[in-house]
C-alpha cells in the first residue's frame, strides 16, 4: 500500500475543497467593484473598451453595430464627414471640434499633430499665425488667422476680439467700436468697418453693413 504524508495532502486537500466551494457561487459585478469597466453575462467585469464589450461602470456590455464604435464606455456612431464637419476623427473614431494644434484637421479627416513651431489654421498645419502671415487679420486661440469681422476683430496677427458679445463692429482700425455716420474719405477713418463696401452716396463717401 502506498502511504501519502499527511503534509503534502492538507494542501492538496485544500485546494480541491476551494475549487468545490466556488464552482457554485456566481460572480458578482457592479458599479463598486468595476467602475472602469462592465460586466458580461457570467458576471466577470471586462476593461470595456471593446467593440463587442463596451460600457463603464460596472453597466451590461454591449456589444457596438459595424457603424458604430466604443467610445468612453458608449457604443457612438463612427466619426466621419457626417458628424464631423467642423472637426477631424482620432484613431479611436472619435471627433475633435475645433481643430487644435494636436488635433489639427476639418471634414472628418484624420486628425494631424502640428509639428513644434506650427499651427492648425483652416484644419491645416503650418507656420503659427503671427503678424507676418496674418497682417490683414487676427489670430485665434488656437493660431488660426481670421479675416477682419465683427466676430473675429483684429489686425495684424493681434489676438480676435469678438464684437458681436458687445453689439459693436470691427472698425477699419482692428478695434471694436461703433460704424456710424457719412465720411468724405472713408477708407482712412479709424471707426469706418473692416471689409465693408465704401460707396458714394450724395457727394459723400458711407460705410454700408
Do not use: W
Not at 494542501?11 to 480541491?16: I, R, T
Not at 456589444?63 to 464627414?81: F, H, R, V, Y
Not at 489654421?121 to 469681422?149: E, H, L, M, R, Y
Request: charged share 10%; hydrophobic share 25%.
Amino acid at each position: 500500500m502506498l502511504l501519502v504524508q499527511p503534509s503534502k495532502l492538507i494542501p492538496v486537500l485544500l485546494a480541491a475543497t476551494a475549487v468545490l466551494l466556488g464552482a457554485g457561487c456566481p460572480h458578482f459585478c457592479d458599479a463598486t467593484n468595476c467602475s472602469d469597466g462592465c460586466c458580461d453575462d457570467d458576471g466577470i467585469c471586462l476593461v470595456g473598451g471593446s467593440h463587442s464589450k463596451c460600457g463603464l461602470g460596472g453597466n451590461a456590455c454591449r456589444s457596438c453595430s459595424s457603424a458604430q464604435l466604443c467610445s468612453q464606455g458608449q457604443c457612438k456612431p463612427k466619426c466621419d464627414a457626417a458628424n464631423c464637419p467642423t472637426g477631424c476623427c482620432d484613431e479611436f473614431g472619435s471627433c475633435f471640434s475645433p481643430p487644435s494644434d494636436g488635433f489639427c484637421g476639418l471634414n472628418g479627416v484624420t486628425c494631424q499633430r502640428c509639428a513644434t513651431g506650427q499651427g492648425c489654421s483652416s484644419g491645416v498645419c503650418g507656420p503659427k499665425c503671427t503678424a507676418a502671415n496674418c497682417p490683414d487679420g487676427c489670430c485665434s486661440t488656437s493660431g488660426n488667422c481670421f479675416s477682419a469681422s465683427d466676430s473675429f476683430c483684429g489686425l495684424s496677427g493681434a489676438t480676435c476680439q469678438s464684437c458681436t458679445s458687445t453689439g459693436s463692429h470691427c472698425t477699419q482700425s482692428g478695434a471694436c467700436g461703433t460704424c456710424t455716420g457719412y465720411y468724405s474719405s472713408c477708407f482712412n477713418t479709424a471707426d469706418c468697418c473692416a471689409g465693408l463696401t465704401c460707396e458714394y452716396f450724395s457727394s459723400a463717401y458711407r460705410c454700408m453693413y
